[in-house]
């Protein structure tokens, strides 16, 4: 059964909680959530039909950003990352007809934005570096895609460049 949108918040809000617990429980030097997917601007503007399920794109983003900061970060450090807006590359153009108003349509008008916060701990706890960012990449049709076939290319990459600047020169 395929659920309103109005109803997939709490369930949403239910899924960020398991997961989050998950990797509390397992010593996870990396840990990703984020805030209500409804307010995402992904979702936020789109007053359509279409079955839209934020955990099919947000727990990916999540994997990806715990496997690449656990290569960067030095031994003894975690990082707690909380994403608070995201839209995704491209969006939706309801007005080219009933078969393309479930396509996404990627142009460079349409660039991958990811808001965030972070926290950098040591093996102590105490906070090393934290903040808030906005990642865009107004220029992500120019460059060359290393995940050509993954429909989240776009804003994987944009996390990599933000791991690779933000943590990276440390970790020489």
Do not use: C
Request: glycine share 6%.
């Amino acid at each position: 059964m395929n659920l309103p949108h109005r109803y997939a918040t709490p369930l949403a809000a239910l899924a960020l909680l398991l997961a989050f617990a998950a990797s509390a429980a397992d010593g996870a030097r990396v840990r990703v959530d984020w805030t209500d997917p409804s307010q995402f601007t992904e979702l936020k503007y789109y007053h359509g039909t279409r079955d839209t399920r934020p955990t099919e794109w947000l727990e990916p983003l999540a994997r990806h950003l715990r496997a690449r900061a656990e290569r960067i970060l030095p031994a003894g450090e975690q990082l707690e990352v909380t994403f608070t807006d995201v839209q995704r590359a491209g969006n939706y153009e309801p007005g080219h007809g009933p078969r393309l108003d479930e396509v996404r349509i990627v142009r460079d008008i349409y660039p991958p934005r990811i808001d965030l916060r972070f926290r950098l701990l040591d093996a102590n706890g105490t906070v090393l570096r934290e903040g808030e960012r906005k990642l865009r990449d107004t220029a992500f049709l120019m460059r060359d895609g290393a995940h050509d076939d993954d429909p989240l290319r776009f804003e994987k990459r944009l996390l990599d460049q933000w791991l690779r600047k933000e943590f990276a020169a440390r970790a020489g």
